[in-house]
T-cell receptor, first 109, second 112 residues
Framework: GIQVEQSPPDLILQEGANSTLRCNFS?????LQWFHQNPWGQLINLFY???GTKQNGRLSATTVATERYSLLYISSSQTTDSGVYFC???????????FGRGTQLTVWP | NAGVTQTPKFQVLKTGQSMTLQCAQD?????MSWYRQDPGMGLRLIHY???????DQGEVPNGYNVSRSTTEDFPLRLLSAAPSQTSVYFC???????????FGQGTRLTVV
C-alpha cells in the first residue's frame, strides 16, 4: 500500500501564529484530501487537492503530485483550529484512502 | 441533504455479543467504506463497496461482515465482539473511487 507520512506529529502554537503541516506519500495518487478532526472527533473536510493550490479563508493547501508531497498552511491560528489534521491519499487501483498518523495541533490563547 | 449518517454514536458491548453499525448516505454515492480509528493511528480500512451488491475486504477485515443491498446503506456487522474491536468507527462515501470522500460522525464502540 501507499505510505503516508505527516510532520510534525505535534505542534503547539500561540494564537495568531502561522504554521505549515507537511504530508509525504510514497506513490502516485489520484486524490489527496486534508481533514481536521475536531475535539469532538468529527472529521471535517478541509481540501480535496490532487494537485495545485487552493485557499479557503485562513487555510490554504498545495500539492505537488510529481514530488509526492502536500502542504497545509494555517495563518493567524485560532484556538478553534486545535485538533488533529490528517492527510489521506487514494491509490490508482482500489480507491481506498490511505491515512497518515496526523498532526496534533494545539493553539493556546 | 444529511450527508453520511451513522448510528449509534456510542455503544458498549460485552465480549461475544453481536451488533450492527448503521451507515446511510443520501448523496447517491456509489463508493462506501468503513474505517476504524485507534489511538495514535490514522484510519484503517475495514471493508468497502463500489456499488450495490459489491463488497470487498480492506486492511483489517477480520471479525467484521458487510453487505450492500441498496446504494444508500452500508451496515457493518460484528458477529462476536472482542475487546480488540474497541475503537471509533467511521463510515465514508464518495461519488466514485477517485472523488472526494465524506465521513459520518463516527461510532465510539467499547467492548468489555
Amino acid at each position: 500500500g501507499i505510505q503516508v507520512e505527516q510532520s510534525p506529529p505535534d505542534l503547539i502554537l500561540q494564537e495568531g501564529a502561522n504554521s505549515t503541516l507537511r504530508c509525504n506519500f510514497s506513490d502516485s495518487v489520484n486524490n489527496l484530501q486534508w481533514f481536521h478532526q475536531n475535539p469532538w472527533g468529527q472529521l471535517i473536510n478541509l481540501f480535496y487537492i490532487p494537485s495545485g493550490t487552493k485557499q479557503n479563508g485562513r487555510l490554504s493547501a498545495t500539492t505537488v503530485a510529481t514530488e509526492r508531497y502536500s502542504l497545509l498552511y494555517i495563518s493567524s491560528s485560532q484556538t478553534t483550529d486545535s485538533g488533529v489534521y490528517f492527510c489521506a491519499v487514494r491509490g490508482s487501483t482500489l480507491g481506498r484512502l490511505y491515512f497518515g498518523r496526523g498532526t496534533q495541533l494545539t493553539v493556546w490563547p | 441533504n444529511a450527508g453520511v449518517t451513522q448510528t449509534p454514536k456510542f455503544q458498549v458491548l460485552k465480549t461475544g455479543q453481536s451488533m450492527t453499525l448503521q451507515c446511510a448516505q443520501d448523496m447517491n454515492h456509489e463508493y462506501m467504506s468503513w474505517y476504524r480509528q485507534d489511538p495514535g493511528m490514522g484510519l484503517r480500512l475495514i471493508h468497502y463497496s463500489v456499488g450495490a451488491g459489491i463488497t470487498d475486504q480492506g486492511e483489517v477485515p477480520n471479525g467484521y461482515n458487510v453487505s450492500r443491498s441498496t446504494t444508500e446503506d452500508f451496515p457493518l456487522r460484528l458477529l462476536s465482539a472482542a475487546p480488540s474491536q474497541t475503537s471509533v468507527y467511521f463510515c465514508a462515501s464518495s461519488y466514485s473511487r477517485n472523488t472526494e470522500a465524506f465521513f459520518g460522525q463516527g461510532t465510539r464502540l467499547t467492548v468489555v
